[in-house]
């Protein structure tokens, strides 16, 4: 029987991308759990809503990629909190589509420039031609679903 083959994290893409991804999310988090008691995920539904207001709540699961239990039960928490409002679609009545409140607007436009500022800092690393090609692989690489 043959050894298992060794799985080099350190070279393993998608483990390096996991990585880099929780560490920025939690340094991005800083900004608003404990001011806001928001979690990651209820943040990130509100900044996809404060770009895309009238998205339903799998909209949302979809553009984040995030699992939908976890977006119904951050959507739910948003809207008990009074951070977001779900109405009921114009052109289809069966399809409810999500906005932020005043009091979801308000927090979003206080969290929004510091999240970008912390996104700043991390890219500042890189000149502007890194940066366009890590753009670039990035799409490259993103599966368009």
């Given at each position: ?20 991804s929780n560490r920025i999310s939690q340094q991005i988090a800083s900004t608003y759990v404990d001011r806001f008691d928001l979690s990651v995920t209820e943040w990130r539904v509100m900044a996809v ?97």
């Open positions: 029987m043959s050894e298992p083959a060794l799985l080099d994290l350190d070279r393993f893409l998608p483990y390096r991308l996991s990585r880099l809503l404060g770009r895309y207001p009238g998205l339903s709540a799998n909209e949302v699961a979809e553009r984040t990629a995030m699992d939908k239990v976890a977006v119904s039960r951050a959507v739910a928490r948003l809207v008990q909190q009074g951070r977001l409002r779900r109405d009921v679609a114009e052109d289809d009545r069966r399809r409810s589509v999500l906005q932020l409140t005043a009091a979801g607007r308000k927090i979003y436009a206080q969290v929004a420039p510091e999240v970008l500022a912390t996104g700043s800092r991390l890219l500042g690393a890189l000149d502007r031609d890194e940066l366009a090609l890590l753009m670039a692989l990035l799409e490259k690489l993103e599966p368009t679903g």
